[in-house]
C-alpha cells in the first residue's frame, strides 16, 4: 500500500486488481463448502459466486482501500460492473490432456472486452483504482474471472508500462527451484510443456505473455512478501523476480 501511494505521489498511475483465493477459501470452509479447482481455476457454482462477491468486493477491496487510504492516498474500490468495466461470457475450458473434453467450471468468466474509461477518469485525477476481478456477462449474470487474467488484459487496454503480478513466491522457478530472472515466449512453452509451470502459475504466466506480445513494455512476476518489491523493481536495476519478454 506504501509502494502504490509513493508511486502515485512521483507520477506514475498505479491501477491495484487483486484476488482473494484464501479468503474465498477461509468463508466457503465456515459454510460447510469444499474449493475445487480445475487446471488452476475455481469451480464456482451460483452459491460459490455469492460467496466471490462477498469476498472480493466486500471484503479484500475494503481491506486494500483502507490500507491505501491509511497510508495517504486515496483509493476507490470498483468490480467490473462499475462503468460496465468488463463485459464477461462463461469460460469455456478446454482440457490440457485431451482437447475433446471440455470442463464445466461454472460461473467463471471469459473477459468479452474491457472498458477502461471508468479507470481512466481515477487515475487522470488523484485517485488510485483498486479492482475485483468479477465481470457480468449479457444478462447481467455475474462472472468471477482470474485476477491475473483481468490484470493483464487491463494492462493491455490501458497501454501500461508495466505490468505487476504479485505472488508468493520468488518468481518463476525452474525444476530445482532456482529462480529464472528472463523469459522469452520460446521458454515458457517448454516449461508449460514439460510440468514446471504448473497450477496457480498457468493462468499468471499465460496472462503475462499475452500483455507482453500486445504490447505492455515490461511484465514482471514478483515476491509480495519482500517488502517494498514493487519499487525495487521499478526503481533499481537488478532483478527482483521474473521478467517475461514476447520474444
Same mark, same amino acid.
Given at each position: 500500500?506504501?509502494?502504490?501511494?509513493?508511486?502515485?505521489? #512521483?507520477?506514475?498511475?498505479? $491501477?491495484?486488481?487483486?484476488?482473494?483465493?484464501?479468503?474465498?477459501?477461509?468463508?466457503?470452509?465456515?459454510?460447510?463448502?469444499?474449493?475445487?479447482?480445475?487446471?488452476?481455476?475455481?469451480?464456482?457454482?451460483?452459491?460459490?459466486?455469492?460467496?466471490?462477491?462477498? #469476498?472480493?468486493?466486500?471484503?479484500?477491496?475494503?481491506?486494500?482501500?483502507?490500507?491505501?487510504?491509511?497510508?495517504?492516498?486515496?483509493?476507490?474500490?470498483?468490480?467490473?460492473?462499475?462503468?460496465?468495466?468488463?463485459?464477461?461470457?462463461?469460460?469455456?475450458? $478446454?482440457?490440457?490432456?485431451?482437447?475433446?473434453?471440455?470442463?464445466? #467450471?461454472?460461473?467463471?468468466?471469459?473477459?468479452?472486452?474491457?472498458?477502461?474509461?471508468?479507470?481512466?477518469?481515477?487515475?487522470?485525477?488523484?485517485?488510485?483504482?483498486?479492482?475485483?476481478?468479477?465481470?457480468?456477462?449479457?444478462?447481467?449474470?455475474?462472472?468471477?474471472?482470474?485476477?491475473?487474467?483481468?490484470?493483464?488484459?487491463?494492462?493491455?487496454?490501458?497501454?501500461?508500462?508495466?505490468?505487476?503480478?504479485?505472488?508468493?513466491?520468488?518468481?518463476?522457478?525452474?525444476?530445482?527451484?532456482?529462480?529464472?530472472?528472463?523469459?522469452?515466449?520460446?521458454?515458457?512453452?517448454?516449461?508449460?510443456?514439460?510440468?514446471?509451470?504448473?497450477?496457480?502459475?498457468?493462468?499468471?504466466?499465460?496472462?503475462?505473455?499475452?500483455?507482453?506480445?500486445?504490447? $505492455?513494455?515490461?511484465?514482471?512476476?514478483?515476491?509480495?512478501?519482500?517488502?517494498?518489491?514493487?519499487?525495487?523493481?521499478?526503481?533499481?536495476?537488478?532483478?527482483?523476480?521474473?521478467?517475461?519478454?514476447?520474444?
Amino acid at each position: 500500500a506504501e509502494d502504490v501511494v509513493l508511486l502515485k505521489l #512521483v507520477g506514475i498511475n498505479p $491501477v491495484v486488481v487483486h484476488g482473494g483465493g484464501p479468503q474465498i477459501e477461509g468463508l466457503l470452509k465456515r459454510l460447510g463448502k469444499k474449493g475445487e479447482f480445475i487446471q488452476g481455476m475455481r469451480v464456482t457454482d451460483a452459491e460459490t459466486m455469492e460467496v466471490v462477491e462477498w #469476498v472480493l468486493a466486500g471484503e479484500v477491496q475494503q481491506d486494500i482501500v483502507g490500507l491505501i487510504n491509511q497510508a495517504g492516498g486515496k483509493a476507490v474500490g470498483l468490480t467490473g460492473r462499475d462503468g460496465g468495466m468488463i463485459r464477461a461470457q462463461k469460460l469455456k475450458m $478446454v482440457d490440457n490432456k485431451d482437447p475433446s473434453i471440455e470442463h464445466d #467450471v461454472g460461473q467463471v468468466g471469459d473477459i468479452v472486452s474491457i472498458d477502461p474509461s471508468v479507470v481512466k477518469a481515477l487515475q487522470d485525477d488523484a485517485f488510485i483504482p483498486v479492482i475485483s476481478p468479477i465481470g457480468f456477462g449479457e444478462n447481467n449474470e455475474s462472472y468471477n474471472i482470474n485476477a491475473d487474467v483481468v490484470a493483464s488484459k487491463l494492462a493491455t487496454v490501458l497501454q501500461a508500462e508495466k505490468l505487476m503480478l504479485l505472488t508468493n513466491t520468488p518468481g518463476v522457478l525452474d525444476k530445482a527451484g532456482k529462480l529464472l530472472t528472463d523469459l522469452t515466449a520460446r521458454e515458457i512453452d517448454a516449461l508449460f510443456a514439460d510440468g514446471t509451470i504448473s497450477g496457480g502459475m498457468l493462468p499468471k504466466i499465460a496472462g503475462a505473455l499475452d500483455a507482453a506480445r500486445a504490447g $505492455v513494455n515490461a511484465v514482471h512476476i514478483i515476491d509480495g512478501r519482500v517488502p517494498h518489491a514493487m519499487l525495487l523493481e521499478i526503481l533499481t536495476d537488478q532483478a527482483y523476480g521474473t521478467m517475461i519478454r514476447s520474444h
